[in-house]
Structure formats: structure tokens, C-alpha cells
């Protein structure tokens, strides 16, 4: 079988990801497509054959031709989308983050639980990184003891000219709250943002920030977000035990030793930071479709990181530690790890 | 288009390449199969929809459903095989060694360039691991001056019961001799192998191997190899310029601390290694089919290793230098690098 | 010209310095001992030939055959000695901490800036360590912009008994205090102590401790201190940038690969880590005692370091952040880096 | 009791050695000096108090203020300095090489062996070194099991104008020479020089060499020599066992990250590579001067180091394979290790 995918939202991430449907991916063909910018919606579509262009993305949605949709679009429209897909019945990738809010990412919890069953599939790529993956199994091995501190870094070269401050929480850290809760296997509970000395390169931006996350078990994580930092893309994480620490280890192509210098290159971007954890991510959830269950990254992990992410901009901008106060868990999401 | 496949040779990594092109990359199907044992041809055709098992190797090259060949075989029915498939027009890619012996490799070559284009690509997955391709990029690219020497170390843990003291020159040393070739863009001149004290784990066979390679420029490579290393499977090479070095760099998921050692987990095997070559190596040769152009380690390639190979083996029954003789290089090969 | 030395307190790391000063290090002769502990005054004293045991400490000061002193009594000691030692006109180097409070450090300086001279090097061995030195390079030289966030980790495998909770800031992170103040060459304006959840192994110790630093531009220091954590004794620490980070580097002496695993030790202690840094900051003591002018840490930056310690251990009791106020600068102090 | 020391020769190691017993080490003085250039010698004496010029080394030796001589004169000045001292009793501290050939070697091996006791250390100063150090302490723990290959790289900058061409033997190879006989404990066998292309910056020096040497045995080892590569001075050493593999460790000070590159600093020089093993090595040497018996390289390993580059010239010079003969080990030197 193969799956018949609509995509909504055809900007950078969504062209990227019909890349890796059509040319990369097995068992995937993007049949539907919809955008903000028709235009631009018949231009990524003319590149194959026999892809619809619909007007809205509701149209996408509701194509008999579309087996399952993948969510691209601008954050504040994934409510209505994710919704439609919950009611229709098909499974749905959504990028992250869910909602701009706490409180629509609840109302899409709300439309699954109502549902029944998952059908969302939350884009939060790291979940499917080699160094991630490792570093998990070690944490829930046991090997180090209990995790009691977490050391995050977050660094960008340059950001785009729409990035504004509130996205070093909503778009940045984001990745880190989740991050976290799956690593150590529980909520947040807090959050404080400091902010230290302003990178010159940065603007209006408040840029880096310095983050403190506190969770259920008392585990406290100080998260750095530098989105102005030229050198590289580059993400580090360790987490301390009672007995030992992990962390995301060296991944470096080459050594060169040149000029007094032994060294290796760093990644650019997300793009390649990430590249094959992308493909891993969407090949999952192409097989999921085929297998009938939502896998990975759920609704309820949105919901959380939205509830978390909003603390994080009280705190930003009024300062102070903020608490996070979840809603209970629906059973639907309890299985989950 | 999806590209529709026939593989010959359902083994361990004929059975690998049908699980990468049925679940993991774009664009192929598997349609058809053989073996040298029907029983096992039926067990894995049976494990997907519509797949048809052929009596022989042949067959599934006539098939008319087949659009291209994958040989996973036995290394002795490599000639017969691709040969047909040239004569077919079919494009095939070919696991490594493209033939036994250079003058089998030969005749590869005197059928391709009789059919006037290259229809082969051959299974050196390693010229699409991100590592070698950097290695590659920084010598082409002046920085560290010409090459020098290079320094190799190619270990396994264990090695099958099936592996004779041959193999080590045939099936271990030839994805160096493919390496250095293509590193260095240039033809090896001879070979030399060296018996050291053999390792207890090696029984029979002569393990480790150190040979010394020379090149038409007159750079020196050293290769090691070892295949009852038992510590895991690691893959190492240096290349020294007039100005400065490059090597194959730290590739770690983590990095664990814990009772007095900062460790990490070094690959199991091949496999693991070198998945992210085996992916993008078949995806190459799929994408390939499609546009029409074979790509890739060619039959030359494989002509040339094999004839180092014979050199090699040379070396390790009489010992000694032994010249390596190419025939001249046929214009169908020029343009490659 | 041999420097003859007095030494104050020989508990451990006074007889770890009588051994550099008497068979590593050129230039110095210990004469002279006092502890509170005769009989061990007379035990350390009977293991060279010459050494006179005295009743006190300030026996040791007085001693006219006493060129310079070393005092490494306990730290509520520190204040009588080394004011003592300033009023007697003679070198004095001083264990860290300078004194058990910012109070008591302050009269040292009065003393000090009352002599007109420097008398006093404070034993902030990571100065003289290869790594923070080339660490305070890269940051003075400019090559990553400001500094905005400094990452630190203090971790111990285990402490003495002795070890109370304050020690976490008074013994450990002091280490860090002083040198975040000379990496980035500016005071520390407050501190805030978080409570992470506690190492099981940790007793009645809260540990690990997260500090939050902030300093007068404005960055941000994160100092994780770990007294419990096993694996081994480990410091980290990372400078942030505008345009790039440094780091310590890797310091392994040797790489095993062995059954799966690439690893290196880890030091198992401090006296193993700064060893060669523990040599050259009393080798520089001692030639500054020849050239008659005292060098490296001073009477001001041991002042700093406890001030900053009171801070910490107001909020490591109170919690909440702590404003750090220190008096104006001594000129005496104003030319040092 | 304080080691007076008579140095003979005082070039840049000559020097070296006196700043390092002068103001580094502890027990030692310099007392007496005599160089080819006497003019250099009053120079260097008149840096310090209380230093004898003499005219000529052997009356150096018969001073009767010198307890022990420290060689750093030109090679082939050697033998009659470290004859006389033995014959006069005085412990000795050789450079290497401990004599231009094997025949001289020997001759100093005779007059030792006549003298019956040790009186001579030879400047082997990686020993000292804390990554060899570890490194042989793997190798003989057993937990990699026997040692079958070894992998070395030594590699310079550049070389002075007086640098020729069998240097690269005597001068280069010569340390890992000695290297690989005390890591393997055993006698090197055989000898085979191999020219690779040589480096444009080399001029009429044949650079880089590829030397292979095996051993008792039957190990293999494999050593680059480049002394033009530009980059850093840089030295590579790996034991290849049954089941593992050890070789020395990272050493960077400091990691940087910039401009897309992570990289640490390379030593420039041998004085910056191997400070610490220089050190350690003198600071032995006077310790045992004053324990009355000599330790650390022995001349029997300056002459099995000398015999082997004897062997290395044959092959630079005439090509092949070269065996390697040793005299008898006279029991002076059994209980070595
Ligand atoms: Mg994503
Ligand atoms: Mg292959
Ligand atoms: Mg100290
Ligand atoms: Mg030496």
C-alpha cells in the first residue's frame, strides 16, 4: 500500500517535506496540496504529477484521494486543521508546535480524546535522532542513577528576519521542553527565564536566554537559547546522574589538521544537524498509517510543550519563576513513553 | 515512475537490500527473486505481495516485469549475471567483488564497453558514508597538499565460520583498495602483505594483515587488518598531505562517564556502521535507473580492485612486492571520477 | 638564593606542598612547621633534616631563619596568620579560602593595603592550569565577542566526612567563583542557589547544588557542583560568546578501545587533575618571594571570592536571589589582571 | 643534599637542561660547564652564580665540585664523555642518541659492563610522559592481550638547515625506536625503509619515510616520519592487541568553536609536546644520583637503539629489509624493565 498524503502549507518545511515523501522516503506519494499563497501551491505541485491543488486546507482534508495529512502550516492555523483531520478520521503529521497556546492545544486534545483513538503524530524530530535515542536508553537504563540536573544548549548562527523575541520560547526552547520530558519521563513544573548581557548581532531580539526548567522529580535543567551565535548550528544536552552523566557525544565527518588546528566542522543548520532524524520521523509515520496507530510524539506531548511555552513567555515577560499547571492526563495518553 | 527490481541472491545482504528497497527508500519495488536455494527464494518472496520467485538467476533478468537487477549472489556467479544484464540492457547493481579474479572482472568490462554505455554500479557503499565523502572534498580540495601516504585500519570483531585466509585480501582489504582509489584519484601500482603475529581468536587464518600499497604518484598506504579483534567493528583512515592530515573523525551517539571512564559505544558491525552508505548507495543507483545514466563505483572500479586483489593474494601465498597491471583504461571509464 | 620556608598546618595538602617544595620544585627549603596537631608537626618535621617543629604558628612567623610562609591551617586560622605574616613584612602564601567570611577577608585587606605592598598569594591553583589559562586567552583575545553565559561544572566522586552542606560553597564552588571573575575580568553582582533533587549517596549534604551567577555586564554563569557523583573528579567549563564558545578540552592519556566501548580515564581526584598547576603556582610563589614581589591571586580576589561566598550561603539557607556588595577597590589592587 | 652538575655542551637542549635545573627541579645545581664554543659557554655560566667554565669536557668530569654530569653535546662527542664519566664514577645523563653507531654504542656498553654497576640514563624522555606512561601500562595489563601491530606517526613542522637525511633516522625514527622495544618489552628484529613521494617543502631530504620494523615477536610496526607537514608537531602511537586496541589520548587544552570549526590547538614543537616528560625525566635523574643508582634508559637501550638505526641507514640507503643483530644482553641490564 501505498499512502496518499495532503499537504498543508507548502513553505520551506512543507517543500522539505514532500522531498523526502517523494524522493527519499518509501511507501509515500503526495497526492493533494493547499498553501496560503495559491501561486505557490501550484508551483510546488506542477514539480509532480497528479498532485491536486486545493484551495484551503480543509479541501485537502476532505480529498477521498488523501489517505493522510501532513500539517505545514503557520502554528496558529494547526487547531482547525489537526481538528478536521481528528473528525475525518485521518491520521495527521502536524508540525510543531501544536498550538500558539496552551489553551487550543487543549481544545485538539479535547477533539482526539473525544475521538477515541490517536491519530496526531507531533513533529518533534530529536525523538528520532541517533545522539537522542542513545541518550535516553542510558537515562532509562539506569546506569547513572537518577537524572538530577539536565545541561541544554540551543545555538543558531542567524535566525530570519521574522523571528521575533517570543520565538526563542515558542520556536527554540520548545524542542528542549520536550526533549526533556521524554528523556527523564515526566512533566515540567516550572519555569524561569533570565536574561543575560544581549548578543550584539541580536537586535530587538533578547537573545541568548538563559532557562531554568524544574520538573516533577525536582530534576533542574538550565537551557541556553543562542540564535545569534555565527560559529554553527549546535545542540548539546547531558544529563547528570547520581552516579554519572551522559551526553550527546561528537559527530564529526572529519579531523583536518591543518595550520596549527585540529579540527572539524560544525553543522550549519537544523537541516543537517538533523537530516536523518527527519527521515526517520516521517518514515515512522508513514508506517504508522499503514499499521493503523499513531506512533511518537503525541497530542498530549503538544498540549504539554504549549502549556510549558506559555510559562516561559510570562516569565520572559514579566520575569520570576512561573509554575506549570498541567490538566489531568486522559487515559489515552497513558501508555505512552 | 517506481523502478521494479529483481534480485538475485536472497542471503543476509541480498535479504537487507530487499527490506531498504521495500521499506525504506523511494521509488523501487521488489518484483521478483532467485536463489541458489529455491526453498529460502520462496520464504522471502513470500514475506511480501506479488513477487515472483524465478527457477535461476537468468530468469529473473528475462523477466519483462523487471526493470532492473540487483546481484546479491555468490561472488562466483557475478560475471554470468551481470554480463547477462548488460547484454539485456538492463541496468545492475552488483555487490562487491564485481568478480573473483581480474581477468573474470575482464570480461565485464570487454561487455560493457561492447554495449557502448555503463549499465553497472558496483557496491562500494563506502564512497556514501558522510565521512569518507568529507575525507574525500578536503584532499580534492588543495588544502593539505598532495597526498603522502595514507593510513588505514580495517577491524572486525569476528568474522563467519565461512571466512578463509583468502577473504581477508578479497572481501576485507578490496573496500580499502576501492578507497584509496578514489581518494586519491589514481591507480594502485602494487602491493606488498605482511604476515605480523597472528591473533589467538584467528585459528586458521592468517589474522591481522599489514599491507603496504603504492600508487602511480608514488604515495604509500598502509592498511591493517584485523578480524578478530573482538572489541567491535572500526574503520579508520588518515590521509597525510604536504601541509597537513585529514581523518575519518569521532562518530558517538554519547558519551557516558561513569565509574572512572568517559566512554562510547563503538559500532557492532558493518551494518551498523555503514547503514547511511547502504541507504543513500541504493537510492543513488534507484534515482539512476530512473534518469537513465548508471552512477557510481563502476565496472572499472571493480575490474581494478579485483586485479589489486589478485596482486594481493599473490603476495600473501609467495610474499613479496607484487606489481599491480592494468590494462589501458577504455574511454567508456574516462570521464568518471 | 634558596627561600626558606615556614609552614602552617601540615593536615594534607600542607604535607602535598612540603613534598612539592622539597622534591619537585626549584628554589625553596621548608625550615620550619607548627600544627595544631604537634605530635603530626613533629612526625611531617622528622622526615627531612633541619626542620624545627614550633608550638604555633605564629612561632613559624617569627622565626628569623623563616623567609616566607605557607599557611594551610584550617581556614577560621587563615585571618591571625596571614595578617601576622603582612605585619612581619614576609611573603605569605594562603590556602584557599582566604577567610571563613567577607568580614574577616575584608581585615585582611586592610592589613594588606596598611603594609602599602602585596604580601599575599591566594591558592587558586586553576590559575596556573594549562587549560583555564588558554580558556582566558581565546576570551581576552576577543575571538568569540563578549562573554555572555559561562557553563561550569564542579563534580567530586565523593567527599570527607567532614564535608557539611555549607562547604558546597565555602570548599567548592569557590573554585568557580574566582574563576569566573578572572576569565572574565570583572565581579560577580549576586547569587542564586537552587536545590536540584539530591544525590541518594549524598547523605545529609544537599547535593548537587545548581548557582546562578550573574556579573557586572550582565552575563549569566550556570555552576552545577556535584560532590557525590562517583564516575569520578571533573570540571567543565564553557564560555559563551557572541560569536563563538571555548571550552576546556579533552585530557586523556590514553584512548582504550575494549569490548564495544572507545574510552578514557577520567582524573580521580583534584591532586591528579591541577597536579602540574598545584607545581607552578608554588614554583611562582616561590620566585616571587626572590624577585620581592608577591604574584598571581591576591589579598582583593580571595576578598571577592568570600563575599561572593556569603552570598551563596545566604541563599543556599534563604533561598532567592543574593546581591553581592562588595567596598571600593584598594589601588593597591587596581593594576592586577 | 643538593646535586652539583657539570654540563657539557650547552646548545639549546644544553640550556634547556640548566634553566630546568636551575629554576625548575628540585636538588640540583649547575656548577660546572664546558662547551665547543667557549665563548657560549662563559655566556651561559655568567648567568648564574658560582659556575665553572672549563675548557674541555673531560675537565668537567674530573672536577672534583661535580657529583654528576649531564651530556647534551654533539652526537658523536658521545662516547668519550659517558666512557670517561663511567670510568670515573660520576652518574651520567645522556642525550640521545647515546652514540653515532652500534660499534661506539657498544664500546659504552663495555665500559659500563666493566664498571660493574649502572651509571648512566639515557635522554629518552617520552618515558616520562604520562599518555606513554599509560599507554604501556594497558599494553602490559593484558587487557587488550598480545600486542600484534603497532601504528606510529612522528611528525615536525619543520627541521632546521643542519637537518640531513639519515637524521630522519638517527634523530626522528630513533625515539620510536626506543619506544616500541619499552612498550613491547622486546628486541626490534629487522628494519625496512620505504621512500613515498616525497614533500614539496622536504628539499634534498627524502620526506616523509614509511618504516617498518618487526620484532621478536612477530609484531609489525608501522612509522611515519614527516618532518616538513607544517601544521604542528604531532605524535601518534597505537597498540593493536588480540582484542582491543590503546593509543595515546587527546591533549588539548582547549576546545574553540568559530566560524563553522571546532578545534583545539596543536603543540608547535617537541619542548611544548613533551614539557612535562622533560621534567619528570631530570627530576629522576637527579633523584637517583642521590640514591646512588641509576634508573630510566639504559645504555644497553642506547645501544639497541643504536643498532637498529644502523639497520635503518642500510635500508634508507641501499633499500630491503635489514636485520637487526644484538650482541649478547649482559646481565648489568636483565633485571631492566
Ligand atoms: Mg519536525
Ligand atoms: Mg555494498
Ligand atoms: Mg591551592
Ligand atoms: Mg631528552
Known amino acids: 500500500m501505498t499512502v496518499?498524503?495532503?499537504?498543508?502549507?507548502?513553505?520551506?518545511?512543507?517543500?522539505?517535506h514532500i522531498r523526502r515523501l517523494t524522493g527519499v522516503l518509501a511507501g509515500a506519494r503526495v497526492v493533494a496540496v493547499a498553501d496560503v499563497d495559491p501561486e505557490r501551491a501550484r508551483q510546488v505541485a506542477g514539480q509532480a504529477i497528479g498532485v491536486t491543488v486545493h484551495a484551503t486546507g480543509l479541501d485537502v482534508i476532505a480529498d477521498d484521494d488523501v489517505d493522510a495529512v501532513l500539517v505545514a502550516s503557520w502554528g496558529a492555523t494547526h487547531e482547525?486543521?489537526?481538528v478536521a483531520c481528528i473528525q475525518a478520521g485521518k491520521p495527521v503529521f502536524c508540525e510543531k508546535p501544536l498550538a500558539p497556546s496552551g489553551e487550543a492545544a487543549g481544545r485538539i486534545v479535547d477533539a482526539e480524546v473525544a475521538a477515541g483513538r490517536r491519530l496526531v503524530q507531533l513533529g518533534f524530530m530529536r525523538?528520532?535522532?541517533?545522539?537522542?535515542?542513545?541518550?535516553?536508553?542510558?537515562?532509562?537504563?539506569?546506569?547513572?542513577?537518577?537524572?538530577?540536573?539536565?545541561?541544554?544548549?540551543?545555538?543558531?548562527?542567524?535566525?530570519?528576519?521574522?523571528?521575533?523575541?517570543?520565538?526563542?520560547?515558542?520556536?527554540?526552547?520548545?524542542?528542549?521542553?520536550?526533549?526533556?520530558?521524554?528523556?527523564l519521563d515526566e512533566e515540567i513544573t516550572a519555569v524561569t527565564v533570565h536574561r543575560p548581557r544581549?548578543?550584539?548581532h541580536?537586535?530587538?531580539?533578547?537573545?541568548?536566554?538563559?532557562?531554568?526548567?524544574?520538573?516533577?522529580?525536582?530534576?533542574?535543567?538550565?537551557?541556553?537559547?543562542?540564535?545569534?551565535i555565527r560559529y554553527g548550528y549546535d545542540i548539546r544536552t547531558e544529563v547528570v546522574g547520581e552516579d554519572g552523566t551522559v551526553e550527546l557525544g561528537p559527530v564529526a565527518p572529519v579531523v583536518v589538521r591543518r595550520e596549527g588546528i585540529q579540527g572539524s566542522?560544525?553543522?550549519?543548520?537544523?537541516?543537517?544537524?538533523?537530516?536523518?532524524?527527519?527521515d526517520v520521523e516521517l518514515q515512522h509515520w508513514i508506517d504508522s498509517v499503514v499499521a493503523?496507530?499513531?506512533?511518537?510524539?503525541?497530542?498530549?506531548?503538544?498540549?504539554?510543550?504549549a502549556v510549558v511555552s506559555d510559562a516561559g513567555l510570562t516569565s520572559l515577560h514579566r520575569g520570576g519563576r512561573v509554575p506549570v499547571a498541567l490538566r489531568d492526563k486522559p487515559g489515552l495518553y497513558l501508555k505512552d513513553r
Open 4 to 16: 496518499r498524503v495532503g499537504v498543508i502549507g507548502v513553505g520551506m518545511i512543507g517543500q522539505d
Open 80 to 82: 482547525e486543521y489537526v
Open 127 to 183: 525523538r528520532y535522532d541517533p545522539g537522542y535515542l542513545a541518550l535516553r536508553e542510558v537515562v532509562a537504563g539506569g546506569s547513572i542513577g537518577a537524572a538530577l540536573l539536565v545541561h541544554c544548549a540551543h545555538r543558531n548562527p542567524t535566525v530570519q528576519p521574522h523571528y521575533v523575541a517570543d520565538m526563542a520560547i515558542t520556536d527554540t526552547a520548545v524542542h528542549e521542553f520536550d526533549v526533556v520530558r521524554w528523556l
Open 198 to 200: 544581549p548578543n550584539r
Open 202 to 228: 541580536g537586535g530587538d531580539v533578547q537573545d541568548p536566554l538563559l532557562l531554568l526548567l524544574e520538573t516533577e522529580s525536582g530534576a533542574f535543567v538550565d537551557l541556553e537559547t543562542s540564535v545569534n
Open 265 to 278: 566542522p560544525i553543522a550549519a543548520d537544523w537541516q543537517e544537524r538533523f537530516e536523518k532524524a527527519y
Open 292 to 305: 493503523g496507530t499513531a506512533v511518537g510524539p503525541s497530542t498530549w506531548d503538544g498540549y504539554a510543550a
